[in-house]
């Protein structure tokens, strides 16, 4: 089992950029699967974007291509998620999660582990 604990998360105005940390323990990431989901108030939580395997392929969700780059440090044990031009729908908690499945990268169910979260507010 890996634990994983996001950091990084904080309040920043439209346009400007965070990144978030997610530190893992307990078993190295690579060749594993790490994704980053949000969950925004009233809302169910979605997949955001995805890092898989030792070549490091890269999912993204739609609404966050071209703005979010997701990367990993196997040597740190952890992954980065650099948010760029913010938006206030971007306001969330962004949670990272160790497992998945290439065939459904966005599958929730798939991840057998979880962080406890981290909470990114985006002003306008």
């Known amino acids: 089992q890996v634990q994983l604990v996001e950091s990084g998360g904080g309040l920043v105005q439209a346009g400007g950029s965070l990144r978030l940390s997610c530190a893992a323990s307990g078993r190295a990431f690579s060749p594993g699967r790490i994704g980053w989901f949000r969950q925004a108030p009233g809302k169910e939580r979605e997949f955001v974007d995805a890092?898989?395997?030792?070549?490091?392929?890269?999912y993204y969700a739609d609404s966050v291509k071209g703005r979010f780059t997701i990367s990993k440090d196997n040597a740190e044990n952890t992954v980065y998620l650099q948010m760029n031009s913010l938006k206030p729908d971007d306001t969330a908690v962004y949670y990272c999660?160790?497992?998945?499945?290439?065939?459904?990268?966005?599958?929730?169910?798939?991840?057998?582990?979880w962080g406890q979260g981290t909470q990114v507010t985006v002003s306008s």
């Open positions: 999660a160790a497992g998945g499945t290439s065939r459904d990268i966005a599958a929730q169910s798939r991840y057998a582990s």
């Open positions: 890092v898989s395997g030792i070549v490091g392929t890269t």
